[in-house]
C-alpha cells in the first residue's frame, strides 16, 4: 500500500509540473545566428511561429548570437529581428525614451530585410528532442 501511494504521488507531481507527455510535442531548437558572418547586438531575437496556425510560437533572446527554445514539433516559420540604433530619427518614427548603445536617439530600426521577419522565407522543420540549426544571414551582395 505505502508503494502504492508514493507512485501515484510521483505520476501526480509529474502532471502537475507539465512535463510528463509533453516531451513528444516539443523539440529543443539551439543555434547561432550570424548576419554578413558577424554576431548581431545582443538583444535580437528569433521567433519560431507554427505554420498552421494552432500551435503556440516560442523563441528567444539572441545572447552573442546564440539562442535556445522549446518549440512545438512540425513545421515553423521562422522570424529574425535584428535591430539598429538610430541616432536620429526618421519621418513618422515615435521614440519610446533612450535608445540602445552610445549617442543613440531612442529610435530603432529593423536592419534585415522583410523576408527574414514580417515576410519570412525562412522555415524549419521541428522534430522531438534537440534539433540544431544555424542561420548564417547574408544581406550584402558580393
Given at each position: 500500500m505505502i508503494k502504492r501511494a508514493s507512485t501515484s504521488g510521483f505520476f501526480l507531481a509529474c502532471l502537475l509540473l507539465s512535463g510528463c507527455g509533453?516531451?513528444?510535442?516539443?523539440?529543443?531548437?539551439?543555434?547561432?545566428?550570424?548576419v554578413n558572418g558577424e554576431i548581431p547586438m545582443d538583444g535580437s531575437s528569433i521567433n519560431f511561429v507554427s505554420s498552421d496556425g494552432k500551435s503556440s510560437s516560442a523563441g528567444d533572446t539572441l545572447k552573442q548570437g546564440k539562442y535556445s527554445?522549446?518549440?512545438p514539433i512540425g513545421t515553423v516559420k521562422v522570424e529574425i529581428r535584428v535591430p539598429?540604433?538610430?541616432?536620429?530619427?526618421?519621418?513618422?518614427?515615435?521614440?519610446?525614451g533612450p535608445g540602445p548603445?552610445?549617442?543613440?536617439?531612442?529610435?530603432?530600426?529593423e536592419s534585415l530585410p522583410a523576408e527574414y521577419n514580417d515576410k519570412t522565407t525562412l522555415t524549419l522543420?521541428?522534430?522531438?528532442?534537440?534539433n540544431e540549426k544555424n542561420w548564417e544571414i547574408q544581406t550584402k551582395t558580393k
Open positions: 509533453d516531451d513528444s510535442k516539443t523539440g529543443t531548437v539551439s543555434g547561432k545566428v550570424t527554445a522549446t518549440v539598429r540604433p538610430l541616432t536620429r530619427a526618421k519621418p513618422g518614427l515615435k521614440s519610446d548603445g552610445p549617442g543613440a536617439s531612442g529610435f530603432i530600426e522543420e521541428v522534430k522531438a528532442g534537440s
